[in-house]
């Protein structure tokens, strides 16, 4: 009866660790470049002083799915979204460099190229700061150029160059505070082969029908699992009465 309940018990704990996963995508689905973790089961034998004789149920949160999501036309000036591959470099908030492709940019009072959480955007020379101008513009390559207010349109003084980088995804993982680092803590170099495109978003790429599929899914194999371990209780109390009879 042990094996029976403690593999259910370990079975039902999992399924709903997955479930929580899952649930976090779900609810991320409109969240901009937000890239879906990906949860998946395996067995694993109960090690210990005697043969591993036990095996229980483990999740895992596997991988991150770093697949692009659609591009949104949004038709603002400081909204980019990366073509393909490669992701904008920012400061954490221990001044470390990060990685993220949501691309809604905005400015402090200082002028100060920030992304809609507050974190800094990192160009060739560090943090970008642009003057006051009377028109910001950022290149398919990421330079920032400005017109000085009082200028002609004709005026256009190019200020940095935002640090696009593209790592191989093999070297990446997706950590609590939701940017992406390089598993070595390797510093990325700038690739001139990303690009970007101006007045666009990229979409969460989370598909919410394959969640809620996958939620109602694991609601059911949530719910096996304690009808097993009542099953278990069961067998149990009638053995005891054979026991008691006998």
């Not at 309940?5 to 609810?27: D, I, K, P, R, W």
């Not at 990303?194 to 109602?216: H, K, P, W, Y």
Request: net charge negative; no cysteine.
């Amino acid at each position: 009866m042990d094996e029976m309940l403690y593999v259910t018990m370990s079975g039902a704990e999992n399924t709903f660790y997955a479930q929580s996963v899952n649930a976090n995508n779900l609810a991320n689905a409109s969240t901009t470049a937000f890239k879906a973790d990906l949860a998946q089961f395996r067995s694993m034998p109960v090690f210990g002083d005697s043969l591993p004789s036990r095996v229980y149920a483990l999740t895992e949160k596997a991988a991150t799915d770093f697949s692009p999501g659609a591009l949104i036309p949004t038709g603002r000036d400081l909204d980019m979204a990366i073509k393909g591959e490669g992701w904008f470099t920012v400061l954490n908030g221990q001044n470390k460099e990060a990685y993220m492709r949501n691309g809604s940019l905005k400015l402090d009072q200082d002028g100060k190229l920030l992304t809609e959480n507050d974190l800094a955007v990192m160009g060739e020379g560090g943090e970008i700061f642009i003057p006051p101008a009377q028109k910001i513009e950022i290149g398919i390559d990421g330079t920032v150029s400005y017109v000085p207010l009082g200028s002609s349109t004709n005026t256009q003084v190019v200020l940095d160059r935002i640090k696009l980088v593209r790592p191989d995804i093999k070297n990446l993982e997706k950590k609590e505070d939701g940017l992406i680092y390089t598993k070595d803590n390797a510093t990325l170099e700038r690739d001139i082969s990303v690009t970007l495109s101006s007045g666009f978003l990229e979409a969460s790429n989370v598909n919410a029908v394959e969640s809620i599929a996958n939620m109602i899914s694991l609601a059911r194999q949530f719910e096996i699992q304690l009808k097993l371990m009542k099953q278990a209780e069961q067998n149990d109390e009638a053995s005891t009465s054979i026991l008691t009879v006998s």
